[in-house]
């Protein structure tokens, strides 16, 4: 390992990744982020601007569960959708597997978010007109998997997650742990390498939430899981948690 690189230079910001685990499967490195200031619209710096993000860097390594928390505000839902390839961060680089998401175009960056990570969010965003069944089946239709595939394994995925007897059910018709599952379900269908969840037991009661939490923990063991949280319970069964306050990381543990 070099250590004669230049303070503040691309090379040093490389070292030091290196001297992180070898096999993450996000890496943030130096990401800020500005609302308002892309599209010309704005400037950098512009009063209309709102930093949200200020040089965050952390892993999430291999079949870890990393937990973020931090008060509203922080920036936490920021890094999600940075991570899922949503928004493109004003500096620094998201890497997924060592695939830069920046660097990706628009329709690229769509294929690796629709193919390699799973999101969980707050509120379930489930269609509500469709069933159980046709909203887990749903991101398999955008990769084209024939229709008797998708109800098959959309079956298993529910079956898996203890909603065998709920797939013709519409999302009204379930309890909001239920519509979790349906979601968490959703966001395995097309086997994703990362989950990246937003406050996922934030809408349900202890013991719903607790439930949620363990079936988020049992399908995270093979992948990464990157889950913001107000929960303690959430940031117990994390393997390490980041802090952020204002935008920055605080600290990590
Ligand atoms: P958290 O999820 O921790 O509550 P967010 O990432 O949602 O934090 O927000 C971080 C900061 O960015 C906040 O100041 C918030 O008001 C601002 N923000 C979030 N989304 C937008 C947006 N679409 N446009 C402008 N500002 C935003
Ligand atoms: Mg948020």
Redesign the pocket.
Same mark, same amino acid.
């Given at each position: 390992m070099s250590n004669q690189s230049v303070h503040g230079s691309r090379s040093s910001a490389r070292d030091r990744a290196d001297e992180r685990e070898s096999t993450a499967a996000v890496r943030l490195e130096g990401v800020t982020h500005e609302? +308002?200031s892309t599209g010309g619209r704005f400037r950098s710096g512009d009063e209309r601007t709102?930093t949200?993000l200020r040089d965050v860097s952390f892993d999430v390594p291999e079949g870890m569960i990393v937990g973020l928390e931090?008060?509203? +505000?922080?920036?936490?839902?920021?890094?999600l959708h940075a991570v899922a390839g949503l928004l493109v961060p004003t500096s620094g680089s998201v890497e997924l597997r060592e695939t830069d998401l920046a660097a990706l175009s628009d329709s690229e960056r769509t294929r690796v978010r629709r193919h390699h990570i799973g999101i969980v969010f707050q509120r379930f965003h489930l269609l509500p007109s469709l069933s159980a069944r046709a909203n887990v089946a749903l991101p398999l239709v955008q990769s084209g998997v024939p229709r008797a595939d998708r109800r098959a394994r959309a079956t298993a995925l529910l079956e898996e997650v203890g909603l065998g007897d709920r797939t013709t059910h519409l999302p009204g018709e379930l309890s909001g742990g239920e519509r979790q599952r349906v979601a968490i379900a959703r966001a395995l269908s097309t086997d994703p390498d990362v989950i990246v969840a937003?406050e996922p037991t934030g809408e349900l009661d202890t013991a719903t939430g607790a439930d949620v939490l363990e079936l988020l923990t049992d399908v995270g063991r093979d992948r990464a899981v990157l889950v913001?949280s107000h929960d303690e319970a959430t940031l117990e069964v994390a393997d390490r948690v980041v802090t952020?306050c204002d935008?920055r990381v605080d600290d990590v543990r």
């Open positions: 609302y +308002g709102v949200a931090g008060p509203s +505000g922080s920036g936490k839902s920021t890094v937003d913001a952020l935008g």
